[in-house]
């Protein structure tokens, strides 16, 4: 695949996350009763679940943590995540493989994919969407991290 291909692919990938990010955010805040179902709905026309992850559903709970993974894609944002008590610092640059592909199968659940992330060393970073989902409301995955000023 030449560079002008592999473009066009990054891009189409990222305006498919976009919209994924955009329409889950948009359901979850609502906190109806029927969220869950269209959150999972969605995930259904878009990615095949349940069929690749039937046995787990996606309660609204792991809804609000799915979104708020996505949506540091989306927006490029910084992130902090600790790891074996050490902190990690970087910018939420795509989601997909673990070896930087772009995931093209449709039945792909998304939990099973990785973030990549450019941290503040330079290194690239992958980090599973399931696993920054149970750190999100721990605090151990955090998006919109900033380092606070020394006063």
Known sequence: MDEESRARARIAQDNHYRILAHEIVSMVPARSTDAVDKVQAF?????????????QSLTLH????????????????????????????????????????????????????????TLDTGVEAFWLVSELMAEYPTGHFVPDYEIPAVL
């Open 62 to 117: 792991d809804a609000g943590c799915l979104a708020a993974v996505l949506s540091v894609v989306d927006r490029r944002a910084k992130v902090g995540r600790m790891i074996g008590g050490r902190i990690y610092l970087g910018e939420a640059r795509s989601i997909g493989t673990q070896d930087a592909r772009f995931a093209t199968d449709p039945r792909i659940d998304v939990r099973d994919l990785y973030v990549r992330v």
């Open 43 to 55: 995930l259904i026309a878009q990615y095949g679940y349940p069929d690749v992850r039937d046995e």
